[in-house]
């Protein structure tokens, strides 16, 4: 046991000198332009097929949340049908079709940068228009994933507020039993 505190002890006291000097004398380089142009090469013969998975992915990803704003539809209509209020839940839905249609917007947004981006010509002269390029593609994958990450937010305060209805409608049933 004091052998392992002694190793510990030993290890803290050299552990912090040596992890500052790893830090001060590591740094990054920069990229060489055949680097780049390699990269570039690369990504842009990517881009179809990229491009075929992205397509599957949002369609099977676009039935769903469609599907999800039909059953979110009629659940607001049997509730209210049932004399629950429901304006917290249709404020939730609108924000929902909203968040969907800036995906949507960011989504096409994003194709039509990739599309026009597949047939770019990589060479030294062209490598600052691919940077370019990609930062626009980043930010729009960006937009993209603020979104998803502002719909998944949606989804747990929609998820209470419909535990809150069938609750006050379980609670209206059992009192007039």
Not at 53 to 61: F, I, L, P
Not at 130 to 158: G, H, P, Q
Request: aromatic share 6%; proline share 2%; hydrophobic share 35%.
């Amino acid at each position: 046991m004091k052998k392992l505190i002694a190793g510990f002890a030993i290890l803290a006291s050299v552990a912090p000198t040596s992890f500052a000097l790893a830090s001060e004398t590591t740094t990054r380089s920069q990229p060489t332009t055949e680097t780049l142009v390699a990269l570039c090469t690369e990504r842009v013969a990517n881009i179809p097929t990229f491009l075929m998975d992205m397509e599957t992915r949002h369609g099977k990803n676009g039935e769903k949340m469609q599907s999800n704003i039909d059953r979110l539809t009629a659940f607001i209509t049997k509730a209210q049908d049932a004399g629950s209020e429901t304006s917290a839940l249709e404020t939730n839905l609108e924000t929902l079709m909203s968040h969907q249609s800036d995906l949507e917007a960011d989504y096409s947004a994003l194709v039509a940068q990739l599309t026009a981006t597949q047939t770019f010509a990589c060479s030294e002269d062209t490598i600052d228009e691919w940077k370019a390029n990609r930062e626009t593609t980043k930010t729009y994958f960006d937009a993209m994933k603020a979104n998803v990450t502002d719909i998944k937010e949606l989804r747990a305060e929609i998820k209470s507020n419909i535990k809150t209805i069938i609750d006050s409608v379980k609670a209206s049933e059992t009192e007039t039993e």
